[in-house]
């Protein structure tokens, strides 16, 4: 089991920012990519973005140009800056860790709840 940790939830208002964090104790050498999905109520888990060991990035067109991911190799954690946030971006926010032996683990969760 990867422990995978999540912080930096909260409650926003709309157009505003919020930065999440995802930490791991497993080494980077070990890890494909990690990433950011979310979960809306009633609604299937999706992506939000990842970045790959190398450094390449994906968004979901939904956030392009308002969130950012980032990892900081030495810390084992990865970023997502989030900005000019609207209410459709609250869900819980999870992080996944893709392992170089093809296994998948997840955080928690952290909720963001943007309001009007």
């Known amino acids: 089991q990867v422990p995978v940790v999540e912080s930096g939830g909260g409650v926003v208002q709309a157009g505003g920012s919020l930065r999440l964090s995802c930490a791991t104790s497993?080494?980077?050498?070990?890890?494909?990519?990690m990433g950011w999905y979310r979960q809306a109520p009633g609604k299937q888990r999706k992506l939000v973005a990842t970045?790959?060991?190398?450094?390449?990035?994906n968004y979901a067109d939904s956030v392009k140009d308002r969130f950012t991911i980032s990892r900081d190799n030495a810390k084992n954690t990865v970023y997502l800056q989030m900005n000019s946030l609207k209410l459709e971006d609250t869900a819980i926010y999870y992080c996944?860790?893709?392992?170089?032996?093809?296994?998948?683990?997840w955080g928690q969760g952290t909720q963001v709840t943007v309001s009007s």
């Open positions: 996944r860790v893709f392992t170089t032996w093809l296994s998948v683990f």
């Open positions: 970045v790959a060991r190398g450094g390449s990035t």
């Open positions: 497993e080494s980077i050498s070990n890890i494909n990519n």
